[in-house]
């Protein structure tokens, strides 16, 4: 059974920050592209970055380049998005991809960017 388990959204500040996990079960992760989109309320989902399947070439949306660092752990099925210098923006549902053969996504995890 393929599962993508995000975690670690939550209530921030602005200017703070937040590290997501997504956690991958039942495929062969290290084959799987993985990426992180948004959507927030009224707006369509939008990616947010990319990671090669071995990690060597990542791309970002241009509004978290220099902000937001996706990184994974192959051995642990893991792949991280590292949140810095949030502002009220970045509100939005996250969700995780993994794209080979075939496209899997995550439930979602809520991050909210207020005071």
């Known amino acids: 059974q393929v599962q993508l388990v995000e975690s670690g959204g939550g209530l921030v500040q602005p200017g703070g920050s937040l590290r997501l996990s997504c956690a991958a079960s039942?495929?062969?992760?290290?084959?799987?592209?993985m990426s992180w989109y948004r959507q927030a309320p009224g707006k369509e989902r939008e990616l947010v970055a990319v990671?090669?399947?071995?990690?060597?070439?990542?791309h970002y949306a241009n509004s978290v380049k220099g902000r937001f660092t996706i990184s994974r752990n192959n051995a642990k099925n893991t792949v991280y998005l590292q949140m810095n210098s949030l502002n009220p923006e970045d509100t939005a549902v996250y969700y995780c991809?993994?794209?080979?053969?075939?496209?899997?996504w995550g439930q979602g995890t809520q991050v909210t960017v207020s005071s």
């Open positions: 990671i090669t399947s071995a990690g060597g070439s990542t």
């Open positions: 991809q993994a794209v080979w053969k075939s496209v899997y």
């Open positions: 039942g495929f062969t992760f290290s084959n799987y592209a």
